[in-house]
């Protein structure tokens, strides 16, 4: 392709101490090895005929590849194939170093705002006393107020299965009394030997 339609270097911007090494990790188009590369640039796209996205570029502009990536040299960047399945694929003409970053950039972005559900788990017997209620109590309003679900349940242990309405009665009591933190996001429900029950945090206003 290159011998077909010739390319004027990109200027260098930042020459530094890596420059060298730089250099020699890019082709003349610019761009790095093709094992490193998300998407295809360049000759690398098989397609014979791409949409061509990009700043300066017209609205829904179809070309055979070899005219698409001439056009890309001729603005001194590179053609990326972004949308390889979309029929014709859509590629955007754009400095890929820089689209590489910007991509990064939103990866990371996206990354930040997605939220780790947390879910600590509280065991209590059908007859728990007052001082390990209390005690357990506590260390659910922390891990409410950290964000954390509280997956509060009680075990029973052999014969004790004959208290399970006890068990239901203390788990209700549990929400009851963590009610300004916390809504009951599963009722206690028995499950073999476990009875279980969710809390999740309350938003904040």
């Given amino acids: ?23 020699q ?4 188009r610019g ?29 829904n502009l179809v070309l055979p590849i ?3 990536i001439h056009l890309a040299d001729e ?11 979309a029929d014709p694929p859509v590629c955007r003409i754009a400095d890929y ?30 007859q728990t006393d007052d001082h390990d209620y209390n005690f357990k109590l506590k260390h659910a309003e922390n891990f409410l107020k950290e964000g954390a679900k509280v997956k509060a349940y009680v075990f029973f242990r052999g014969r ?7 068990g239901e009665i203390l ?10 933190l916390a809504r009951v996001e599963l009722m206690p429900k028995l499950d073999g030997k476990k009875m279980n029950m969710i809390l999740a945090p309350k938003s904040k206003k």
């Fill in 66 to 68: 070899k005219e698409a």
């Fill in 97 to 126: 170093q820089k689209f590489l970053y910007q991509q990064k950039k939103k990866a990371k972005e996206i990354k930040a705002k997605q939220v780790k559900v947390v879910v600590k788990e509280i065991r209590f017997g059908p």
């Fill in 1 to 23: 392709m290159a011998g077909q339609f010739p390319f004027r270097p990109r200027p260098q911007q930042t020459p530094g101490n890596n420059q060298q090494q730089n250099n």
């Fill in 25 to 28: 990790q890019r082709d003349p």
């Fill in 160 to 166: 004790s299965i004959v208290f399970k309405e006890q």
């Fill in 31 to 59: 761009r790095r090895p093709q094992q490193e590369n998300p998407n295809r640039i360049n000759d690398e796209i098989t397609a014979p005929t791409v949409r061509v996205v990009g700043e300066n570029v017209e609205p």
């Fill in 75 to 85: 603005m001194e960047l590179d053609l990326i194939e972004i949308s390889p399945k």
């Fill in 171 to 180: 788990l209700l009591r549990f929400a009851n009394d963590l009610e300004e």
